[in-house]
């Protein structure tokens, strides 16, 4: 089965900050590989947290062959610690998407 898995590159200007308890870090999200039905999951330690508060995706851009000059929605399920890209419609994306070079900003708050 082929799987999706991600890079997270932190902002190096305003890529980690301390508001109270909470860490906020700011950065780009690579996503490699092909979309499954198990989304694209994700974890506190891809973003050096221990626990995710709150996450945070913008539009995704793809600059993978699929997805030249494509625009995915990304949306953060915290029950299932994943994210879920849709299309213009608001459609999931279909099993086997080619989401090899999608890239996306993303925000998370945790501890």
């Known amino acids: 089965m082929a799987s999706v898995s991600i890079a997270f590159s932190e902002d190096l200007n305003s890529g980690r900050q301390r508001?109270?308890?909470?860490?906020?870090v700011i950065g780009e999200v690579t996503i490699t590989g092909t979309y499954v039905s198990t989304k694209v999951p994700i974890t506190a330690a891809d973003f050096?947290?221990?626990?995710?508060?709150?996450?945070?995706?913008?539009i995704v851009y793809g600059e993978g062959v699929t997805g030249t000059?494509?625009?995915?929605?990304?949306?953060y399920d915290e029950t299932n610690d994943y994210i879920e890209l849709v299309d213009n419609d608001g459609a999931e994306v279909a099993a086997d998407y080619d989401c090899d070079?999608?890239?996306?900003?993303?925000?998370v708050r945790g501890r």
């Open 69 to 75: 000059g494509t625009y995915l929605g990304a949306y």
């Open 101 to 107: 070079g999608f890239i996306f900003p993303i925000t």
């Open 19 to 24: 508001i109270g308890r909470v860490h906020e």
């Open 48 to 58: 050096g947290l221990g626990s995710i508060e709150s996450l945070q995706p913008d």
